[in-house]
């Protein structure tokens, strides 16, 4: 006799099948015959299976994390705005002024961006990944939050020597 049978849905007993430590699934294996009298289930019950550890703290923190910088940008990866690392950002008149309510993370790099400062430093100092900053500073750019400066470059592509120095010797301050 299957569940059925009984008017049972068979979804329904398969939590009952687990605890008694064996399944009906439809009468696989069983098919027609009957159990003796006096014989028990093929598989004794056994002690229910202890639960999984917790997760530790640090592991939940991480996948909130991804789950934030996902909702942070909207799934996107990459900014509409060409930025790189050493990208200056300085906040606009409009950005400092602005009384429309804007999303958190904008309102906390336009406060960061008073003064001129890269991407990276931005990432850095908000704890988050540098490409949701990418992103978000891309997104500001273009509602015209935040000026992005053009990187101090020769014609050819290639970082202006200064610039170089002035890296290095900040790099050397740390």
């Known amino acids: 006799m299957n569940t059925e049978d009984?008017?049972?849905?068979?979804?329904?007993s398969t939590f009952a099948d687990v605890l008694n430590g064996f399944t009906l699934n439809g009468g696989r294996g069983r098919?027609?015959?009957?159990?003796?009298?006096?014989?028990?289930?093929?598989?004794?019950p056994s002690a229910?299976?202890?639960?999984?550890?917790?997760?530790?703290?640090?592991?939940?923190?991480?996948?909130?994390?991804?789950?934030?910088?996902?909702?942070?940008?909207?799934g996107r990866t990459r900014s509409e705005v060409p930025l790189q690392i050493e990208t200056l950002v300085s906040t606009?008149?409009?950005?400092?002024?602005?009384?429309?309510?804007?999303?958190?993370?904008?309102?906390?790099?336009?406060?960061?961006?008073?003064?001129?400062r890269s991407v990276a430093e931005i990432a850095a100092l908000?704890?988050?990944?540098?490409?949701?900053?990418?992103?978000?500073?891309?997104?500001?750019?273009?509602?015209?939050?935040?000026?992005?400066h053009a990187a101090d470059q020769a014609g050819d592509g290639v970082p202006n020597l200064g610039l170089m120095e002035r890296v290095l010797s900040g790099l050397r301050r740390l």
């Open 126 to 148: 908000l704890a988050i990944p540098l490409g949701v900053s990418k992103v978000l500073v891309g997104d500001m750019a273009g509602l015209g939050l935040v000026f992005v």
């Open 92 to 116: 606009s008149e409009h950005g400092s002024t602005t009384t429309e309510p804007l999303q958190a993370e904008y309102r906390a790099i336009a406060d960061l961006c008073v003064q001129t």
């Open 31 to 44: 098919r027609g015959r009957a159990e003796p009298e006096g014989r028990h289930a093929e598989h004794e």
């Open 6 to 12: 009984w008017g049972e849905d068979p979804a329904e």
């Open 48 to 74: 229910p299976t202890p639960a999984a550890a917790p997760q530790a703290a640090g592991e939940q923190d991480e996948q909130a994390a991804i789950v934030r910088a996902y909702a942070w940008t909207g």
